[in-house]
């Protein structure tokens, strides 16, 4: 296993630690653990040689700040703003780069890798803002409206499988442009 792919592994661990310190204690402890399991993601990314990501560094701040605090002021609702922060962050990456710049996000990630139109690009990069606010909504309803741990069941699987769903719409939009990723389309 090289060392992106055990960091990946690492990192969805993370969620892991938090889901079952909830499950076996509290959202309390779950906290703990979470600033714990990213710190030490955080620490293992650098001890590799490797570079986080904005999104990780955005993600381990606002769980140190939020999940610090949480525990520091013993107010769980704190620690459910986390995602609704990081996906309106991400939202509005997405959202301004459509705006400023020459290229949106998705076509500063993408466009070497699928040559997909340009306009193509820019819809996915909208759609990808939309989801992402749409999160961050829907995370703090769900924390506001239903139990803790039905929170805890979303954030860690219900956002997942919408954010598989999302990639999945993504990919069958740009299913015409993937042969670099499929050289063969399937075909032995």
């Known amino acids: 296993m090289n060392k992106e792919s055990f960091l990946k592994f690492v990192e969805m661990l ?6 079952l310190a909830y499950w076996r204690f509290d959202l309390h402890l779950a906290t703990i653990a979470l600033i714990v399991a990213m710190t030490v993601f955080v620490i293992l990314v650098k001890a590799l040689g490797q570079k986080l990501t904005k999104l990780q560094f ?8 939020l999940g610090g605090a949480a525990v520091f002021l013993k107010d769980e609702s704190i620690i459910k703003w986390k ?8 939202g ?15 076509e ?6 699928v ?9 996915i990069n909208l759609a990808a803002a939309g989801f992402f606010l749409a999160l961050s ?11 803790t741990t039905i929170w805890v069941n979303f954030k860690i699987f219900g956002i997942f499988a ?3 769903v999302f990639l999945s719409g993504c990919l069958f939009y740009l299913r015409a442009y993937l042969h670099n990723f499929f050289p063969n389309n399937g075909k032995n």
Request: avoid cysteine; charged fraction near 10%.
């Open 14 to 19: 993370v969620a892991l630690v938090f889901g």
């Open 58 to 65: 955005i993600s381990w701040l606002a769980v140190v700040i």
């Open 83 to 90: 995602p609704t922060v990081i996906y309106s962050v991400v």
């Open 92 to 106: 509005l990456v997405f959202l301004l780069s459509q705006f400023f710049g020459r290229k949106s996000l998705v």
């Open 108 to 113: 500063r990630l993408l466009s070497e890798k």
């Open 115 to 123: 040559p997909a139109p340009a306009p193509m690009l820019r819809r």
């Open 137 to 147: 909504v829907l995370n703090i309803f769900v924390a506001q409206n239903f139990s």
């Open 162 to 164: 919408l954010n598989a």
